[in-house]
């Protein structure tokens, strides 16, 4: 289904399309990823939907044209709303042969196939570890529209007038591969056109020569017949309002910067370097007229520990870690739950165990941010789903740690924190203020109690400077109230239960989980995170195909909504969709005695939809075909009702 | 900082005594332990510094000495093994107006805390660090320690610690301390002094205390504290002054070369011989050639090697979100939500 219109170059047919899967492959220092991110930018100023997967190596500048070394963006533009980045593509760029090798199997069959033909010779094909030239095979000649352009020799030629080295003019060529693929999508050089004065402003020439690229790249498409038509995707229908593109940890920083302002407080943000959390420090260190503080603590234990003290300290006080740097803060954030003190830890989560997959995506860490430390630790926990919710959660989150006067963390993952989506943009008088109290007057005739606790169980949060309230906090057991350190057997029981108490009860304070789809049915889709795309597109698609399915994504992992557990037991079976081994079916088979089903994956690679469809297809299948195997805990529900 | 964390200035600071920093806590260390004499002469000090006792704020890790704050009436945090001064340092980040100690201990400091000492430290935030250094793990009952002598018979180490000891100040020296001291937990009048300056010093102030654990390593500090022998394994660092030391005060120290030598004033040698002392010299040169002056072929140094200005870590801080300000204005979150490309959907 597809309109042709006159395109304004009236050479070629233009055919109007919902959306395009589009994804750029080349080496690490190809600057796909740079391409990939303009395409985004553009499309979303285009007004369309657009969702992001830039997947790149751990290494920074990994062996040139080999495998490994393959750095690949895609992204998915759309007139309607998505939620993923696609799971096929449409059009494939492949700079190289490895490039080519690793990613045609996501390519539809009949895609279109965009290589550079320069670089396809023996040495390139060598390093990719090619016998023969891909190129040539029919398996993809005859399966793909291949085009071969050669971009180097063109963009050499391109850019010949600026006098620029040969090394450095075959640096342009992902601008003349950028401009290809503007004009075959249809989009405007204006945005890219500007972000190149803007980011080579003080290398005229190499701005210059960027510029030649892009436009050679764009008067290609247009001039050669190479392409027999070209595309376009016509803006969403998005809700009205102004906005913005913006990629998980950005939303995330600016999210604590709201939160801040909402608070009336300066943030603090102690951090150490740790892909993929590293942004978020990046972007917050720019904006010290906001008056946030970063500070870039030697290790991942400073990171938190100086969070501790600024949180002592009266400040929103903020640490962000993957993984790894988790694992190091699980002493202090022990202390934290002792001490009592609003904090925000967050987790980006990666592959792991140990330095794992560093860039690669994966939802393993849910059991340790909810039990890995000594004691019982209870922290409330809660995931962010996509990048623009990376905003929101951390703005919750930080109304829940005032409010219960504890450390909550936020889960996000690499996938969400380099990925991109349309934002719209709030106001900051739109959002409520997220009071803070510091009690100025003791709270027990003359004493000030540090531990005298209100209706919330929450402790006063009394700051040094204030005259009077002096008091001592430690990670001794405290005493009921006192705060003093006590060793006593029945005063240690009652703390382990108030503090287990205090986070358990902010079920109270959390919207009901809310069901896509039928409230009863079939079979259950439970998600949390950054899966949230592709479980909700593949319930969608499911719903569509008549199957009696819903769907319910977590934001709060501790404590659960107060609804979640009746909410699983409507439905014949629940599935649990995770990028991990069933961290999160393990909980819910321990906390509501159902006998929730797994889907998960581990490759460092976020769920399709496809696969997913697939999964919800076998176990409706298998509940319909066969009777007898729904669920023992439904049973047992069917017969109490 | 929010509203809130200034009101506590007062105009007329009341009169506080030693008293006024005791808290209703019950000290706990083992009876005769030098900590006691330690916390004695830190009431002592914290009145005259003219300082609210609402600012002050006390903070260390786990040991013996890490038990501290618990003991003097201002804010305190007990935290975790070694990491005090990040939580100082973050502490002083968003809130320069405090007066922060960090009480810790050989162990703490030295040995699971050592990254955290050194790069508060370096950054030169404005903490008073006091080592209390028994030299052997108290806390946990009798190990070695990172300043235990080689050869140190433990119950760790039954044949003897193998690991070569840290000297504390030659520590905090290479980690570019702007204030470098040591006294002793006997040396009441010395301690109270040194205390005293390393709370006035602007930036890290380091000061070593050579403290007796009576239970797990009695007398380690004998030669330093003995009657009979201090005057000659003891030289007490005074700025601008000659190096002598001795019963007779006739000994001094000479430098030969780049070593330090022992001479005795006399046939000859005058004070004009020897080595004066400079707390404020630029290069840490000297300061870290006494740090080495060990007993017994040295007298060992205390009071004040080292003492010189430099730009405070959260001064900085501060200065930045200033200059930020200026130059770019308040930072207006809506003008920041609307930066950049966006579009209107209508
Ligand atoms: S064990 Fe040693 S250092 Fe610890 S309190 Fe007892 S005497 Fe003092």
Redesign the interface.
Known sequence: MSTTIDSPSRTRPMQIIESATVRLAGDSGDGMQLVGNQLT?TS????NDVATFPDYPAEIRAPRGTRAGVSGFQVQFAAEDIFTPGDEVDALVAMNPAALVTNIGDLKRGGLLIVNSDSFDEKDLRLAELKSNPLDDPQITQNYRVIRVPMTSLTRKAVESTGLSVKLADRCKNFFAMGLIFWLYDRSLE?TLRFIREKFGSKPEIAEANELALKAGWNYGETTEIFASRFHVD??R????????VMGNQALA?GL??AA?R????L?Y?SYPITPASDILHELAK???????T?Q???E??AI??????A????M?VTASSGPGIALKA??M??GVM?ELPLLIIDVQRGGPSTGLPTKTEQADLLQVLYGRNGECPLPVLAARSPADCFDVVQEAWRIAVRYMTPVVVLSDGYIANGAEPWR????ADFDPIP?H?P?EPNDGDRFLPYLRDEKLARPWA??????????????EKQDGTG??SYDPQNHEKMVHLRARKVAQIAQDIPEQAVFGPSEGDLLLVSWGGTYGACITAVQECLQQGLSVAHVHLRYLNPFPRNLGSLLGNYRRVLVAELNLGQLRMLLRAQFLVDARGYNKVQGRPFTVGELVEAIHQHVDELNGQGAFASPAKEKEKVRT | ????????M?TTLPVLTPNDFA?D?DVRWCPGCGDYSILAQMKKVLPQLGI????????SG?GCSSRF??YV????????HG?AP??????????P??HVWVITGDGDALSIGG??L??AIRRNVDINIVLFNNRIYGLTKGQYSPTSEFGKITKSTPMGAIDNPLNPLSVAIGCEATFVARSIDVHIKHLGEILRRAAEHKGTSFVEVYQNCNVFNDRAWDYATDRQTKADTILELEHGKPMIFGKNRDKGIRLNGTQPEVVTLGNGITEDDLLFHDEKAPEPTLAYLLSRMRYPEFPEPIGVLRDIERPVYEEL?DE??E???R?????D??K???S???????
């Open positions: 930018n979303a100023l285009a007004g945005p803006p969403a998005l809700a009205p309002g102004v906005y913005k593109n600016w910067m709201t302002a608070s009336n407080v300066d603090f102690g904006f010290k007229n906001f008056r946030v503080k500070f603590a030697e290790d234990i400073a520990c100086a969070a501790i003290g600024a002592f300290g009266g400040a006080a002493e202090a022990g202390l001490l943009v709030p106001r900051l803070i510091h100025t700051i040094p400077g204030t005259p009077g309230l002096e008091h001592r906090i430690g990670g001794l003093n350190v | 900082m929010s509203e809130g964390t200034g009101k506590a007062s808290s806590q609210p006792r609402e600012k002050m704020v006390f903070i786990i704050p618990y009436n201002t804010y305190g945090i007990h935290g975790i990491r990040a939580i100082a340092t973050g502490l002083k980040c968003v809130r107006d405090l990254n955290h050194l790069h801080m930045q979100v200059q930020a300000i130059t770019r204005g308040r930072g979150l809506d920041l939500f609307m950049g490309d966006t579009w209107t959907v209508k």
